[in-house]
């Protein structure tokens, strides 16, 4: 069946600009995850989804960076005011449900780069 | 907070043999879960092996195995009969438990294959 899909692949921007990076869960995963990863680390945590609500949005570095799953499906994360500082690699899990022994399954994550 | 420390940023291995990968985590939680994932160069990360703290028992995969020390806080993972497919990133993972908490990755240890 189809995994976890992210859209688009690469995406190159200028500092300032806004972007949207979406994510496509796979169909009747119910939890949903965005993670950061920066280059030579490992990803870092940025918000959960359970279902339509942001169950957990601890991990987003500031006001800028916004996420909607406003269907309890897609999801996108928005980010204004890009700064060079947010280039990195932008990874989606999704699981079907959100316990602890809930597998986490991984996008190929959306490459952002910010001139 | 919990922190997750692999001290191999690489490691190589001869097609065939065995290779050990070292995962050390730090935590003042009794319940928690542990997690092995690969990620090849497509970026997408892939489960390759889980570990529930309350169990004794190491988890095994195939030629995938764990050598679990709760005491030590020392998480290894063992590849037997490395492959030329075998050759990604890995990167060792904990979950609190129970709840719906994120994962928590260490930075990383690129694994090549030699043939």
């Known amino acids: 069946g189809a995994g976890v899909s992210q859209t688009p692949s690469n995406k190159v921007t200028e500092k300032g600009k806004y972007v949207e990076l979406r994510c496509d869960p796979i169909?009747?995963?119910?939890?949903l995850y965005w993670y950061r990863q920066s280059l030579g680390q490992g990803p870092e945590f940025l918000i959960y989804?359970?279902?339509?609500?942001?169950?957990?949005d601890s991990g987003l570095p500031n006001d800028r960076f916004f996420a909607v799953r406003p269907e309890g499906s897609v999801s996108t994360l928005k980010i204004q005011r890009t700064e060079r500082g947010d280039s990195a690699v932008y990874l989606c899990?999704?699981?079907?449900?959100?316990?602890?022994?809930?597998?986490?399954?991984f996008g190929p994550g959306t490459r952002l780069t910010v001139l | 907070a919990q922190t997750v420390t692999q001290s191999q940023p690489e490691m190589s291995v001869q097609e065939a043999e065995t290779v050990t990968l070292s995962c050390t985590y730090d935590?003042?939680?009794?319940?928690?879960?542990l997690f092995w994932y690969k990620q090849p160069p497509s970026r997408q990360m892939i489960l390759v092996i889980r570990?529930?703290?309350?169990?004794?028992q190491n988890a095994t995969e195939n030629r995938f195995s764990v050598n679990f020390q709760k005491a030590a806080k020392s998480f290894s993972l063992k590849i037997s009969d490395s492959q030329l497919g075998d050759a990604a990133m890995y990167f060792c993972?904990?979950?609190?438990?129970?709840?719906?908490?994120?994962?928590?990755f260490g930075k990383g240890t690129r694994l090549s294959v030699i043939a």
């Open positions: 169909s009747g995963h119910t939890a």
């Open positions: 935590t003042s939680e009794s319940d928690y879960y």
């Open positions: 899990a999704s699981s079907l449900l959100a316990g602890v022994a809930d597998t986490q399954y």
């Open positions: 570990q529930e703290a309350y169990k004794q």
């Open positions: 989804f359970q279902g339509t609500g942001a169950a957990d």
């Open positions: 993972a904990y979950r609190s438990a129970p709840g719906n908490t994120p994962l928590v």
